[in-house]
């Protein structure tokens, strides 16, 4: 969660939302990502998808089976949808999302009825951390 906070970093640096991402299957990163939706001009380069687009380039297959993506905040659906797709194994994120958070928070996607893969999810881990980014950012933006 530590090296996903420091791409929530660089995502800040480029006034970006921090949200960082890492992906990893073994003892082995095979894809990390950040936020970019305003700098790409790409409503969907969420970190998580940038990190799950990299780690399936890396392997050269969408399925990314028995990995696990570490972010820094609560995924949406949009990038909890493309987890179940990529197979993702596990994921562990930092601060909970009570805006959008669709794994926890606002919807409970892993636990849907019909799906054909599931997501074990964790949450809560090093989250004061991970909030206290986010926080920090939008505080300075509106200053």
């Known amino acids: 969660m530590e090296y996903a906070l420091g791409l929530a970093a660089r995502a800040a640096q480029q006034g970006e939302v ?4 890492v992906l990893v299957r073994g003892d082995e990163l095979i894809g990390e990502g950040w936020n970019r939706p305003i700098s790409g001009s790409d409503p969907t380069a969420h970190a998580e998808i940038v990190a799950l ?4 380039q890396a392997l050269g297959n969408y399925r990314l089976t ?4 570490y972010v820094t905040l ?5 990038c909890a949808g493309a987890m179940i797709h990529a197979r993702i194994e596990r994921l562990v994120y930092g601060a909970s999302d009570p805006k959008r958070g ?3 928070s606002t919807a409970h996607v892993f636990a849907a ?3 054909n893969h599931r997501v074990q999810a964790e949450g809560g881990v090093m989250s004061e951390q991970c909030a206290d980014r986010l926080q920090a950012f939008f505080r300075e933006r509106r200053s």
Not at 66 to 69: K, S
């Open 18 to 21: 921090p949200v960082g991402a």
């Open 53 to 56: 687009r990299a780690a399936a």
């Open 66 to 69: 028995g990995a696990t993506l």
């Open 74 to 78: 609560e995924p949406c659906l949009m």
């Open 102 to 104: 669709a794994v926890n």
């Open 113 to 115: 009825q019909g799906l």
